[in-house]
């Protein structure tokens, strides 16, 4: 099993560009995460998905959107990157909604916009 | 508001010394308590939990993290460090009330003198 796998590893953009992560996982979880993690901040949640066909809000929201049209899949799109979205991004998954549920982690997404 | 505090920002050791990492957390229900950890280049993964029974918890590598209710504390301990354990470690909140979401605190950087 690969486990959670993210696309691109890095990326750069303009002010006003448009681009998609994509986040894969083939544990057959249920739920799904993106983070930014940003230094001295931790991880923050961006969204997050319950299942195939939905997403909530997380905790930092804007400016992002999400969809998850299939279970294994979870995109982020940033519609016009700002250069407060500099970050580095993280896809997790867990198994299911229980709290004692372990997050499994991808590699990330290194963004940097200019 | 659910929050996560890990006091110590960068902690520097020499190699053999002990370690105790704090984390404090806020929140007055039922909790389940991660502690993750970042190598250099790598993605999170889990270092133990706590979600019931014995609040003494034992992890990877010789890790280990006492649940005291009375403090809303959750430190991480270990007797001997190594140079391998430089990472980041991240003290980690889910509830029963929001089963979905995992709140993060800001990491501490942990730096190992060989």
């Known amino acids: 099993n690969a486990g959670v796998t993210q696309t691109p590893k890095f990326r750069v953009l303009k002010t006003g560009q448009s681009m998609t992560l ?17 230094p001295g901040m931790g991880l ?4 997050y998905s319950v299942g195939e066909g939905t997403t909530a809000k997380g ?6 959107n999400v969809s998850r049209l299939k279970k294994q ?9 700002a250069p407060s979205q500099t970050s580095v991004y993280f896809c997790a998954s867990s198994p299911a909604g229980k709290t004692q549920e ?5 590699p990330g997404t290194r963004l940097l916009v200019l | 508001a659910q929050s996560v505090s890990q006091h110590n920002h960068h902690v520097i050791l020499s190699e053999a010394a002990s370690l105790e990492l704090g984390c404090n ?15 250099p280049g790598q993605h ?4 133990l939990k706590y979600f019931s029974g014995d609040p003494l918890v034992k992890g990877i590598k010789g890790f280990e993290a006492e649940f005291i209710k009375s403090k809303f504390s959750f430190n991480l301990r270990k007797p001997s460090v190594q140079w391998s354990d430089t990472a980041e470690y991240f003290c980690a909140v ?3 009330s929001s089963a979905s979401k995992i709140i993060f605190g800001s990491g501490t950087r942990l730096s190992i003198r060989p």
């Open chain 1, 44 to 47: 923050r949640l961006i969204h």
């Open chain 1, 22 to 38: 994509l986040c894969a996982q083939d544990m057959n979880h249920e739920y799904m995460y993106w983070y930014r993690q940003d």
């Open chain 1, 102 to 106: 372990t997050q499994y982690f991808g």
């Open chain 2, 44 to 47: 999170l993964q889990l270092l």
């Open chain 2, 94 to 96: 889910t509830s029963y």
């Open chain 2, 25 to 39: 957390y806020s929140y007055g229900g039922t909790v389940n308590l991660f502690w993750y950890v970042q190598y």
């Open chain 1, 59 to 64: 905790e930092v929201p804007d400016g992002y």
């Open chain 1, 73 to 81: 899949n979870f995109l982020l799109g940033l519609e016009s990157a």
